[in-house]
C-alpha cells in the first residue's frame, strides 16, 4: 500500500521569498506523484504531476518539483511566492490511476 | 459542463437523517470518483467508477454509505441514518478514459451533522 508524508503542516514565508514544500512517499512500486493546491472554500487544482520522464516537473503558477526515487521524494518549489499563493497543498500518489493517496496537507502562508 | 458540479454546495442535516449528494462530472469523462474531506483524516477515498465495471467500493467507511452511477454520467452519494462523524466535504471527481491521472474535482458539498 502507498502512503504519503507531507513534513510540514504549516509554512509561513515572506512574498517574494522561496519556499520549498516537503513530501515523502512510501511504495514497493513505481508510482505516479501529484500536487493540488487548494483554495479556501473551493475544490482541488492540479498543479502539476510525475508520471515518467524527466525528474524535474514544471507545474502552473510558476511551481516545479522533483521527483527522487531514491530519496522517495516530491518536494514542491517556486522561486518566489506571492500573497495569492496562500493555500493547502497536498501531495499525492497513485499506482494504477484509479484512486489517489493524499498526504495531509501542508498550509503555505505568504506574508507580506 | 465546463467542470465538474457539485450539489448541494451546502447541506445541514439531523442525526439520523439519509443525504444524498450528487456530482455531475464533464461531459465525456468515464471515471469518477469521491472523496471525503475532515479534520483529523485528510482526504480519504470513498469510491471510484470506471464506464460500466463494477465499481471500486473499496473504500467506504460503513455500509450506510453507498454510491451509485446512472447512464455513466451523473454520480449520488448517499449516507443513510447520518452521525456526527459524516460531517465533512464530500469531494467528487471526473477524468477522461485513458487520463486517469488528469483528474478534475468539483468544489465539494460540505457536510454538517447536528
Known amino acids: 500500500a502507498q502512503s504519503v508524508t507531507q513534513l510540514d503542516s504549516q509554512v509561513p514565508v515572506f512574498e517574494e521569498a522561496p519556499v520549498e514544500l516537503r513530501c515523502n512517499y512510501s511504495s514497493s512500486v513505481s508510482v505516479y506523484l501529484f500536487w493540488y493546491v487548494q483554495y479556501p472554500n473551493q475544490g482541488l487544482q492540479l498543479l502539476l504531476k510525475?508520471?515518467?520522464?524527466?525528474?524535474l516537473v514544471k507545474g502552473i503558477n510558476g511551481f516545479e518539483a522533483e521527483f527522487n526515487k531514491s530519496q522517495t521524494s516530491f518536494h514542491l518549489r517556486k522561486p518566489s511566492v506571492h500573497i495569492s499563493d496562500t493555500a493547502e497543498y497536498f501531495c499525492a500518489v497513485t499506482q494504477y490511476g484509479n484512486k489517489l493517496v493524499f498526504g495531509a496537507g501542508t498550509i503555505l502562508r505568504v506574508k507580506s | 459542463g465546463a467542470g465538474v458540479s457539485q450539489s448541494p454546495s451546502n447541506k445541514v442535516t439531523e442525526k439520523g437523517k439519509d443525504v444524498e449528494l450528487r456530482c455531475d462530472p464533464i461531459s465525456g469523462h468515464t471515471a469518477l470518483y469521491w472523496y471525503r474531506q475532515s479534520l483529523g483524516q485528510g482526504l480519504e477515498f470513498l469510491i471510484y467508477?470506471?464506464?460500466?465495471?463494477?465499481?471500486?467500493k473499496s473504500g467506504l467507511p460503513s455500509d450506510r454509505f453507498s454510491a451509485e452511477r446512472t447512464g455513466g454520467s451523473v454520480s449520488t452519494l448517499t449516507i443513510q441514518r447520518t452521525q456526527q462523524e459524516d460531517s465533512a466535504v464530500y469531494l467528487c471527481a471526473s477524468s477522461k478514459r485513458g487520463d486517469s491521472y488528469g483528474y478534475t474535482f468539483g468544489s465539494g458539498t460540505r457536510l454538517t451533522v447536528v
Open positions: 510525475y508520471l515518467s520522464g524527466s525528474t
Open positions: 467508477f470506471q464506464g460500466n465495471s463494477a465499481p471500486d
